[in-house]
C-alpha cells in the first residue's frame, strides 16, 4: 500500500495495473478483513481477488488457519467488518488455499 497514490480512483487504477502485469495474484488474510473501499463497501483486498478472478488471474490464497485465536490487537473488533470477512474467507476457502 505503500505505493499507493492519495486518491481512491488513482489507487484502484495502479492495483488493477499491478494485477494485469502479473503472473498470479497472492492473497494472504489474517484476522482483519482490510481497509474498505468507500464506493464499493467491500475491502480492497477482496476487490482485488475479485478482479483478478474477473481477469483469470491465477490465485494462491494463504488464510490464517485459526483466526479467532489471533490476538486481539490483531483480529476484526467491528462486528459487521468480521461479518464480511468470515464471507470473503469462504469465497477463498471454495477454492483451494494454504493454511
Do not use: C
Not at 11 to 32: A, F, H, N
Request: no cysteine; glycine share 6%.
Amino acid at each position: 500500500m505503500e505505493l499507493f497514490p492519495a486518491t481512491n480512483d488513482e489507487k484502484w487504477t495502479l492495483i488493477k495495473r499491478v494485477i494485469d502485469d502479473s503472473d498470479y495474484y497472492l492473497v494472504i488474510v489474517g484476522g482483519r478483513y482490510g481497509s474498505i473501499d468507500h464506493m464499493s463497501g467491500i475491502s480492497y483486498t477482496e476487490q482485488e481477488y475479485d478482479y483478478a478472478i474477473q481477469r483469470r488471474t491465477p490465485v494462491m490464497a494463504f488464510l490464517h488457519k485459526s483466526p479467532g485465536e489471533l490476538s486481539l490487537n490483531k483480529s476484526e473488533l467491528n462486528p459487521d467488518l468480521g461479518a464480511k470477512l468470515r464471507e470473503f474467507r469462504e469465497r477463498l476457502e471454495q477454492r483451494p488455499v494454504k493454511y
